[in-house]
């Protein structure tokens, strides 16, 4: 291990604990501005329920992050998320148009490909043969990241399922790095599974006085980056990628 493994621990746990402390701090605020989603119809829930889950998991990730060396992709995917909790706040509150949020999801996702260089070159052997995406990379990853992001959108019907299926998947990645030897990129992945255990954590303890919507936003924003975990580029392409 380097000098730097036991800080990326620390700001895991950095994370989760600012996500709660900001969970139970806009709770209060959300009710109040409405930003809140009202029961009735195909909702099932009692009462109202706040929507700042997305918020204050972006603030344990920001926080927890500053703790260590982020690789030089990190800035332009950590920008995408901002911009889908941004854009997800206003949505909550005032409803956006479709047209509106899949656009944002776009320029997300070409913020990761674009501004962050990160580019799915080579989809591994998933036929029994190696498959490459060529000059068809980048706007094949723009559509992997959205595909992505929406798919979770529609496992999160059940509470706590896409926040969980994310957290494993982000906890498998960077056990992934540890035992292949990459930890430069470990640490976006551990502090998006401090993130994401922040949320989940306050939505299944018991002396909760009210659930809190983790809100598709968040999670989306989690799988965001994850989606496109950079390949190595083909010979010529120009292109870098993050070990």
Known sequence: MTADEPMVAIAGVLALVVTVVFVLALRPVALEIGLADEPGGRKKHASRVPLIGGVAMALGLAFGS???SEPEFW???????????????????????????????????????FGADLVAW?????????????????????????????????IDGIDGLAGGVALVSLAAAFAGCGLAGHWAGAPDGLMLAGWLAGGLFYNRITWRPEPIALWVRGWKASRSGAAA?????????????AD
């Open 75 to 113: 800035g332009a995917a950590a920008l995408g998320i901002w911009l889908l909790v941004a854009v997800g706040v206003i949505d909550d509150r005032f409803e956006l148009p479709p047209a509106v949020r899949l656009l944002t999801q776009a320029i997300a996702a070409m913020l990761v490909v």
């Open 229 to 241: 975990r950079p390949e190595p580029a083909p010979a010529g392409s120009g292109s870098h990628t």
């Open 122 to 154: 080579e989809l591994g052997e998933p036929v029994f043969f190696p498959v490459s995406t060529g000059p068809f990379g980048p706007p094949f990853t723009v559509l992997l990241i959205m595909t992505v992001v929406n798919g979770f959108n529609l």
């Open 66 to 68: 500053s703790l260590v």
